[in-house]
């Protein structure tokens, strides 16, 4: 992972208490690490065969993962990788949002970017003027780890899952003045497609139910061939 040189790495295998998600990046000095939420550490296997790694296990009801503020909103060029292991639907991944969680509820500028929708496919993109999102042929809340990246370059951006590309979009990507950013919860809701606040008149938070692991963030596109190669790489260790 590191050689593909992210911005930053949370690997989210910190030890069982812990309140701080260490960076891996060690030319950061620490000043990406983010911090955990509800989060349970230390208890769940990661998804690399061999490895003794665990992961973090989120509970669905108010477990997250705070990045370092104005992460997305600071790179309009950029790309997002995770793993994560579900049986249950509806559940955003990675978002970005003007309205910190705490606040219960917003009406303007959120992006859930990564989330599982109601009928458990995946659904991803990058805001780009509409809400229209990359979705997965089959479900993805099967218990299976999964391997998920969302990569935007000025006017274009798609997604892959466990190393296929599943979709692409042109537009230009809009993410200025979304400070907060997490892993594993997000608001979503109104025009939001495929989730339980679908027609709702504002957005609210939702919630991951289940293991993710491995988050890397990368302040550039990934051409189609890096992000294939990155893929293969992880998945040569995945069980």
Do not use: C
């Not at 935007?152 to 997604?159: C, E, S």
């Not at 990507?173 to 989730?195: C, H, K, L, S, T």
């Amino acid at each position: 992972m590191l050689d593909s040189g992210p911005h930053a790495y949370w690997r989210l295998d910190d030890a069982a208490g812990s309140g701080m998600a260490a960076d891996s990046v060690l030319a950061n000095e620490g000043a990406d690490n983010a911090s955990y939420s509800g989060v349970t550490l230390g208890q769940d296997q990661g998804p690399l065969a061999g490895s003794a790694a665990t992961t973090g296990t989120f509970n669905g009801t108010s477990s997250y993962v705070s990045l370092q503020q104005g992460l997305v909103s600071g790179a309009a060029n950029q790309t997002v990788s995770l793993w994560f292991k579900t049986s249950s639907p509806d559940g955003v991944l990675f978002s970005y949002e003007n309205a910190p969680l705490s606040a219960g509820s917003t009406t303007a500028n959120w992006v859930p970017a990564i989330y599982i929708g109601s009928d458990g496919k995946l659904n991803a993109k990058y805001y780009n003027g509409n809400v229209t999102t990359m979705t997965s042929a089959s479900a993805v809340d099967d218990g299976h780890w999964h391997l998920v990246t969302l990569t935007a370059g000025g006017t274009t951006q798609a997604v892959s899952l466990d190393g296929n590309q599943i979709g692409s979009q042109a537009g230009a990507v809009e993410i200025a003045g979304q400070a907060n950013n997490y892993v594993g919860a997000g608001y979503n809701g109104v025009g939001w497609p495929d989730e339980k606040y679908y027609g709702s008149s504002a957005a609210y938070p939702e919630y991951f139910n289940g293991d993710i692991s491995d988050v890397a963030f990368w302040d550039r596109q990934l051409t189609s061939a890096r992000s294939e190669e990155h893929t293969s790489e992880l998945q040569s260790h995945h069980d």
